[in-house]
């Protein structure tokens, strides 16, 4: 539905409604400025909000607006995704594009585009060539969330050293006077929750947010080192700034508008297969073996041999091997630019693994530290991949540990608009080479995943690399709230060594497998050492054999931000479904309605904790039952202080 309300050129307002008429967002042009704001069941939630760009050498593109002509339409589609969370994803939406002209000045031209969803609100700039030039320089973007500031909001900081890894914390609107990271995820006074993102994010600084002069929520995109945000050809098009509308925070992590807001796939990525591994890399962290050449060295051609063979017992199809390549001695961090990406150690015979994986039917999954030094990395990288291609590997995890990326002889932000083309090169020369990337040190993800499958996972917020006291039991129960709201994530799952004095693990062992149904990666690393799975907890690692990554839907079913999630996820081409659920250091009982299920009876594979389970007292002590269920059952489940649960639920055919 679609309303107007003219007044003159320069004064105009309308009304786009969503498909199912419960969200309304309003454009509003007066006194030739651009606003917007946005409603749920008639309850204002983003209350009206300036619209605008500032591009060098001009005079901002905000003031002396008039409407040059609108257009509308609605679209209902549904979206298949060749691999993730859910398979199929509804896109519907109602559409109004307004073309503006400045009645004064250069006359410039540009037009915002408005897609309004059952669960939220997207919109963009688009610059079509002007008149007197055909390049620009964005020197700022002016778009704003004008929020209540009692709004509650879930946040880490953005410009700081690690990036995006940090802990969540909880503040009130008004205290976000320095720019933090999107999503950023909000709860209203009047019981909304909320998430500010991007999608499809090409060729731009990523959007952080902050209180501007004027007490209101505004963009801050990611500056280049000569602090423009944006050096840029026309045609321009922005990316899409998305307003996710939840009325509970467990809606709120089904909210798939980052796929739905970015363009199918353009070739063929049939090849793209999700995949579970193991890694040379978790005993490198408690102190066993080194990245490094010498005696203790972890990527060694016999160590790699005995992995493959591990994870051929496992039943686990890849192996991650980190250390092999030259450029690990010494600080790797500052000498990261001496790193060779087709350069083995002595010790490590490339050829010679990569064939014994094959003959053994594991995926090696390559491994390139870059340190942030892109000018080497970018000098190699074609031959590099071209060497993974030649050694039938078809899965790479790169790394960007440096705090700054360092281009051209500047020092960037990874999230800036040279850090973002350098990602979507990799991307786009792995497709070409039919490889699969897990990309640590990231760009967030803003739905890309879409248009290339082959991007299957990411880091972009604290892994497993920071237990050992730096992690709390509620930081996982953020994610799902925050940070997975931009996509998977390899957070580098189950660790069952849990009272390793070097990396002590803050979670009990029924957490541990629960992570792999709680935190989605498309590449899902196993990520202790074959040992510990084969020798200590056979029957606990059964779990993480048969737990499918690739999933047909996601059903959230219970949670609250930093507290507690739970999620039952159907696996793809199959009526076999899987429940996994965390808490944080409080523990909690959870009543679970198996209404969800189809007719006719399931076996149900419990992994619980136990009354005596406590992620820092007894972390070992796990329980595990069977039983015969249906969709009127209800299980009652004890999640200890820092614990979790996993659930198998395997249709019985008649």
Not at 41 to 53: M, V, W
Not at 245 to 264: G, K, V
Not at 432 to 438: E, N, Q, R, S, Y
Request: aromatic share 14%; net charge negative; charged share 20%.
């Amino acid at each position: 539905m679609f309303k107007w309300a003219w007044r003159q050129k320069n004064e105009a307002e309308r009304e786009i409604f969503s498909p199912n008429n419960r969200i309304k967002c309003v454009f509003n042009l007066k006194n030739s400025q651009v606003f917007y704001r946005v409603y749920k069941n008639d309850k204002l939630i983003i209350k009206p909000s300036r619209l605008g760009f500032v591009v060098c050498g001009e005079t901002p593109l905000k003031d002396q607006l008039s409407l040059v002509r609108t257009t509308t339409k609605k679209h209902n589609e549904t979206i298949e995704l060749l691999w993730g969370e859910d398979h199929l994803i509804p896109n519907n939406y109602s559409e109004s594009a307004f073309f503006l002209a400045e009645s004064k000045n250069s006359r410039r031209l540009y037009t915002i585009r408005f897609r309004v969803f059952d669960n939220g609100v997207a919109f963009r700039y688009e610059i079509p060539p002007q008149p007197k030039f055909q390049r620009i320089t964005i020197a700022d973007e002016l778009t704003e969330f004008n929020l209540d500031l009692n709004t509650t909001a879930w946040k880490i900081p953005a410009y700081q050293p690690d990036r995006y890894e940090y802990s969540y914390e909880k503040s009130a609107v008004y205290d976000l006077r320095r720019p933090v990271h999107t999503p950023l995820t909000l709860r209203t006074p009047n019981g909304y929750y909320l998430s500010i993102h991007e999608a499809s994010l090409y060729n731009y600084g990523a959007m952080t947010i902050q209180l501007n002069q004027n007490q209101v929520l505004q963009s801050d995109i990611t500056p280049l080192s000569d602090g423009t945000r944006a050096h840029v050809d026309l045609p321009f098009q922005t990316p899409w700034r998305l307003i996710m509308i939840a009325d509970s925070a467990i809606e709120l992590t089904t909210n798939r508008l980052i796929y739905a807001l970015n363009d199918p796939p353009s070739a063929d990525f049939s090849w793209v297969k999700p995949l579970k591994f193991i890694g040379i890399w978790w005993a490198m962290y408690v102190g066993e073996w080194t990245w490094a050449p010498g005696e203790r060295h972890g990527a060694t051609t016999e160590h790699a041999k005995e992995y493959i063979d591990s994870a051929t017992r496992l039943g686990i199809s890849g192996l991650l091997i980190e250390g092999w390549n030259d450029g690990w001695e010494g600080d790797w961090l500052k000498n990261g630019i001496h790193n060779n990406f087709t350069n083995s150690t002595p010790d490590f015979d490339f050829p010679a693994v990569a064939r014994y994986a094959t003959a053994h039917n594991i995926e090696l999954v390559g491994h390139h530290e870059t340190v942030g030094f892109i000018d080497n990395y970018e000098a190699q990288i074609e031959s590099a991949y071209n060497y993974y291609a030649s050694n039938n590997v078809h899965y790479i995890k790169t790394g960007y540990a440096g705090s700054m990326m360092t281009i051209n002889g500047r020092r960037e932000y990874h999230h800036s608009q040279l850090g973002v083309l350098h990602y979507q090169k990799t991307i786009e020369l792995a497709a070409k080479k039919h490889i699969c990337l897990d990309i640590h040190e990231p760009i967030k993800g803003t739905g890309i995943e879409r248009t290339w499958p082959n991007l299957l996972s990411r880091e972009g917020a604290r892994g497993q690399e920071y237990e050992g006291g730096t992690l709390s039991p509620s930081h996982a129960c953020f994610l799902p709230y925050t940070r997975l709201l931009a996509g998977g994530m390899d957070y580098t799952n189950g660790i069952f060594d849990l009272d390793n004095n070097a990396k002590r693990i803050n979670t009990t062992l029924a957490r541990q497998i629960a992570y792999f149904i709680t935190i989605y990666s498309g590449m899902a690393m196993a990520a202790d050492r074959p040992f510990i799975y084969e020798e200590r907890f056979p029957q606990v690692f059964d779990f993480i054999r048969t737990v499918p990554i690739d999933f047909e839907r996601t059903l959230p079913l219970a949670g609250e931000v930093g507290e507690y999630y739970i999620v039952a996820r159907q696996a793809r081409g199959s009526q076999d479904w899987y429940i996994g659920g965390v808490a944080d250091e409080y523990g909690r009982r959870a009543t679970i309605s198996l209404d969800f299920l189809p007719d006719g009876a399931y076996y149900a594979k419990i992994y619980s904790d136990t009354p005596e389970s406590h992620y820092r007292d007894n972390p070992f002590a796990i329980s595990i039952s069977e039983k015969h269920v249906g969709k009127n059952d209800l299980l009652d489940i004890f999640i200890a202080p820092g614990g979790g649960f996993a659930i198998q639920l395997r249709k019985i055919n008649p």
